[in-house]
């Protein structure tokens, strides 16, 4: 049975779900980026049962979290100057960085990597888990593997009641997508993911960060395993849409109706396009963003082809977005 812990009630109940969690059990929880699913990162018998929870594939190594420097400290042989810099700057918030791992960390977490990956989430009822539970928290984003990441507690408790011992609703994330992977080990830095932290941003702390090249080519290996699988995909088929919108989508619609399919649309504004449902994410690149997961599932729901609007904007949280939307459509882009 999964129990659901929710915001009135009483911070007793929360510290039962972070004992679960210090003993092996499974928690979803609430962060700024995505909701995540955790268990003790130190805990090898914990983390298995994430993989198995999830559906995940095994050589996909999952992020620790932290709600304090010991906690840090304990998962990692050494903090860089270059680390400590970007976490005065980030943490707590959406960035994930790549560092040497310790001995501590289970194995299952790393999938066999000498390095981990921390981050300090920036809600405060994660922190407060993290740091009732007194150990770091190994966690994926709350979702089936492959499916859109879970950004609302609705969407938590479709995919995975039943599968944890506990849910906690802490409402919408304020981000909607998940966090920046930065590796700080190699020669230069590079953002392995991109995510809540702007690469602009990064940028003004270590003065330049580059991409990992399979971010731009498919026929390279990412180095971070999880970029290689397909991910956050509705079970509709999918298709982004740049340009002008009502025209192209209404070129379709016709012939997808006598087939009688249903369509969804995920776009910024009104643009008088009818369809079977329509969704505005709206017109700020970050409440668009903060929308995409939400509406791909709410979408999924009622039709059977979605297009989405991928907007022209650049900068800021446009690579993620980007990033989030291409893998989702599996490169269909109208
Ligand atoms: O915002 C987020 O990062 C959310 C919340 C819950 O914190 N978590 C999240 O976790 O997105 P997940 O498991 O869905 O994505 C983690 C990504 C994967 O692409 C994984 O391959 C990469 O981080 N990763 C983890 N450890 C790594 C390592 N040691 N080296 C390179 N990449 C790593
Ligand atoms: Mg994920």
């Not at 042989?77 to 700057?89: M, N, Q, T, Y």
């Not at 709350?142 to 039943?162: K, M, Y």
């Not at 230069?188 to 990992?212: A, T």
Request: proline content about 6%.
């Amino acid at each position: 049975m999964t129990k659901i812990i929710q915001n009135f009630d009483a911070l007793s109940v929360l510290n039962e779900a972070a004992q679960t969690l210090a003993l092996g059990g499974l928690v979803a929880f609430p962060t700024e980026t995505v909701y995540g699913l955790g268990a003790n990162a130190l805990d090898n018998e914990a983390v298995s049962r994430i993989f198995v929870a999830k559906g995940r594939p095994q050589d996909n190594p999952l992020i620790v979290h932290v709600s304090n420097f010991d906690m840090l400290n304990s998962v990692v042989s050494e903090v860089p100057e270059e680390a400590k810099r970007l976490i005065d700057a980030f943490w707590p918030g959406p960035l994930t960085i790549i560092l040497k791992k310790s001995e501590r960390v289970s194995e299952k977490v790393t999938a066999g990597l000498d390095t981990v990956a921390v981050r300090m989430p920036a809600h405060p009822m994660a922190l407060y888990l993290i740091e009732q539970a007194g150990v770091p928290v190994a966690a994926p984003s709350a979702n089936l593997s492959g499916s859109p990441s879970t950004t609302r507690v609705e969407h938590v408790i479709h995919d995975l009641s039943g599968r944890v011992d506990y849910i906690i609703d802490g409402g919408p994330c304020a981000v909607g997508l998940e966090s920046t992977v930065l590796d700080v080990t190699g020669k230069e830095p590079q953002i392995l993911r991109p995510g809540g932290v702007s690469p602009e941003e990064i940028e003004k702390v270590l003065g330049k960060v580059s991409f990992d090249p399979a971010l731009k080519d498919a026929t390279k290996t990412p180095k971070s395993p999880g970029m290689k699988y397909r991910h956050y995909a509705p079970k509709a088929e999918l298709y982004l849409v740049t340009g002008n919108m009502k025209e192209k989508i209404e070129n379709e619609m016709s012939s997808l109706h006598n087939e009688g399919k249903k369509v969804g649309i995920f776009c910024m504004k009104n643009y008088g396009i009818e369809a079977d449902s329509v969704l505005f994410g709206g017109e700020d690149m970050n409440e668009y963003a903060k929308n995409l997961f939400h509406s791909l599932r709410t979408l999924d729901e009622a039709a059977d082809v979605i297009f989405a609007e991928l907007p022209a904007e650049t900068g800021g949280i446009m690579p993620a977005l980007i990033n989030r939307m291409m893998k989702a459509a599996g490169g269909h882009v109208l």
